[in-house]
T-cell receptor, first 116, second 114 residues
Framework: AQKITQTQPGMFVQEKEAVTLDCTYDTSDQSYGLFWYKQPSSGEMIFLIYQGSYDEQNATEGRYSLNFQKARKSANLVISASQLGDSAMYFCAMREGNNAGNMLTFGGGTRLMVKP | DADVTQTPRNRITKTGKRIMLECSQTKGHDRMYWYRQDPGLGLRLIYYSFDVKDINKGEISDGYSVSRQAQAKFSLSLESAIPNQTALYFC?????????????FGPGTRLTVL
């Protein structure tokens, strides 16, 4: 079974609007971490935001927030006030277990396109 | 200057050739990783190293080998390249001393095997 599922291969959003990128995960571990990375057309991977499984508050970083619903095993990324520079691939990833060095498992990504 | 650098950035080679991709970091991180990304897909882990002389296989290590020559250097080798190893390769680092332990990625190496 897929450990990380991103069901939206591509999405459009109007500039200045908010957008939600979906991510569901599958793990039997109680301790895990969820990450979102951005990959612009230039190819580099940029860390955006992190949510630990024991964190009670949803993570926020500037215009990025993570809508963490533990019971549903979802960790959706919300981007507020979209900008043209937000057009990119977005990857959700999970790290399982207590060992902080455990590998990341990535989803297939969502391509976000921001319309002017 | 970039904290995580990869050389070369682009490489075209032929089937059967030996290829080495190099990664260097100035972040002082102890952990380093090699991933590959195929078109339209997420990243998959090839090998990782928690410290010098510590090497661990990832999800897709067949056909690859690595060497951690120093804390700052982690190289990936394809002993005999084949066309299905054509992909974008990323090196990443992380610091085991942080609670989040996020991984920082290099710019990637685009490898084409003809």
């Amino acid at each position: 079974a897929q450990k990380i599922t991103q069901t939206q291969p591509g999405m459009f959003v109007q500039e200045k609007e908010a957008v939600t990128l979906d991510c569901t995960y599958d793990t039997s571990d109680q301790s895990y971490g969820l990450f979102w990375y951005k990959q612009p057309s230039s190819g580099e991977m940029i860390f955006l935001i992190y949510q630990g499984s024991y964190d009670e508050q949803n993570a926020t970083e500037g215009r990025y927030s993570l809508n963490f619903q533990k019971a549903r095993k979802s960790a959706n990324l919300v981007i507020s006030a979209s900008q043209l520079g937000d057009s990119a691939m977005y990857f959700c990833a999970m790290r399982e277990g207590n060992n902080a060095g455990n590998m990341l498992t990535f989803g297939g990504g969502t391509r976000l396109m921001v319309k002017p | 200057d970039a904290d995580v650098t990869q050389t070369p950035r682009n490489r075209i080679t032929k089937t059967g050739k030996r290829i080495m991709l190099e990664c260097s970091q100035t972040k002082g991180h102890d952990r380093m990783y090699w991933y590959r990304q195929d078109p339209g897909l997420g990243l998959r882990l090839i090998y990782y190293s928690f410290d010098v002389k510590d090497i661990n296989k990832g999800e897709i290590s067949d056909g690859y080998s690595v060497s951690r020559q120093a804390q700052a250097k982690f190289s990936l080798s394809l002993e005999s390249a084949i066309p299905n190893q054509t992909a974008l390769y990323f090196c990443a680092t992380s610091d085991s001393g942080t609670s989040v332990n996020e991984q920082f990625f290099g710019p990637g190496t685009r490898l084409t095997v003809l």
